[in-house]
């Protein structure tokens, strides 16, 4: 039997999804990152310590998620993690595409990172390996069975798209051989390359999945998943007739940091420079309007704004002009367990 819900998003706790490089040794084919806006340098590891520094008053509720690129490229990556845990903050999370490099296993603990999470984008090896690069898949796998073998907890991160919504349905038997604790459904956005594709003239954006296979899909794999014992997590993405819209922007305290001082509070704006803070001289302060925060206001019947100027394709309409159905917050999760 599984359990369902909407996880509402959260006054009392804060996210940052800190970028501490934009470097990666793969080229997935949906990569998000755009070097052009936010940054192709090394964060070094003063700059990481005075950022975490900006947000120690809130760190007892606040979640750290360590992104790139990819993480483990950087050589500061352990001395990042304990500073933060020193710091006291609530959580801190590892994101990775499993090469693990600079043996990142053995100069941290299981006490101090709390998951490390690894992204996969196939159930087999030639979907996979396709869309992330060639050998990608085992190492991801060894990786996984690394961090397990040595104490850490494991979750693991699949970004549909039309390249792989098909294997999704065999995801459980591999999910319960490697042994996550967790499993995070993501949708794919028009970001990074993505975008950049869909705006060539003679282009058409084709990865984003349909609402009807979403909505065909999606909830009823999390349900398999999550009767495996493993908590599984998606995007709402689509809000029933009855569902009010809400604006992670104004309502919860998440930060998208990347290493060029923009901090963005919406992930879907972050192939453009309308961030609402950014860093200067190593403190954290508000962006010159016009900016993302004056979007989070407007109230439109599509849902969310940035969904409706960005990725349209999401939306369709009656004959008479009216939305049928709206956007959610891409903050917004379903939240699925045994």
Not at 77 to 103: E, P
Not at 217 to 240: C, D, H, Q
Request: hydrophobic fraction near 40%; glycine fraction near 6%; proline fraction near 5%.
């Amino acid at each position: 039997m599984t359990a369902g819900k909407t996880v509402a998003f959260s006054k009392n706790s804060s996210n940052l999804f800190f970028h501490i490089l934009t470097k990666c040794n793969l080229r997935c084919r949906h990569c998000y990152i755009n070097p052009q806006q936010q940054g192709e340098k090394n964060l070094p590891l003063t700059a990481i310590k005075a950022w975490l520094d900006e947000f120690v008053s809130t760190s007892a509720t606040t979640n750290v998620i360590f992104l790139g690129g990819e993480p483990t490229l950087h050589p500061d990556l352990a001395a990042t993690i304990k500073y933060a845990k020193n710091r006291g903050f609530a959580s801190i999370t590892v994101d990775t595409n499993g090469y693990l490099f600079h043996d990142i296993l053995s100069k941290v603990s299981p006490q101090e990172v709390d998951f490390f999470s690894f992204s996969l984008d196939g159930a087999t090896r030639k979907t996979n390996d396709w869309i992330r690069g060639q050998g990608s898949y085992d190492i991801c796998k060894e990786g996984i069975q690394k961090a397990i073998d040595k104490g850490f907890a494991a979750s693991l991160i699949y970004t549909v798209s039309t390249m792989n919504i098909h294997e999704l349905e065999l995801m459980p038997p591999l999910i319960k051989k490697l042994g996550v604790d967790r499993f995070f459904i993501q949708v794919i956005g028009l970001r990074g390359k993505v975008a950049l594709a869909g705006r060539t003239a003679d282009s058409k954006d084709t990865l984003q999945v349909s609402r009807s296979k979403w909505l065909d899909v999606i909830p009823a794999v999390a349900r398999k998943i999550a009767e495996l014992g493993v908590t599984v997590s998606y995007p709402k993405v689509f809000l029933e007739p009855d569902e009010r819209f809400e604006c992670a922007g104004q309502v919860a305290q998440n930060y998208f940091i990347f290493p060029n001082g923009r901090v963005y509070r919406c992930p879907l704006c972050e192939d453009h420079p309308i961030h609402s803070l950014m860093f200067k001289d190593d403190k954290l302060v508000p962006n010159k309007n016009l900016n993302e925060s004056d979007l989070f206001n407007l109230n439109i019947a599509e849902g969310c704004v940035m969904n409706k100027l960005i990725q349209p394709q999401n939306l369709s309409y009656t004959i008479g002009g009216v939305p049928e159905y709206k956007i959610a917050c891409c903050l917004l999760k379903e939240e699925v367990s045994g």
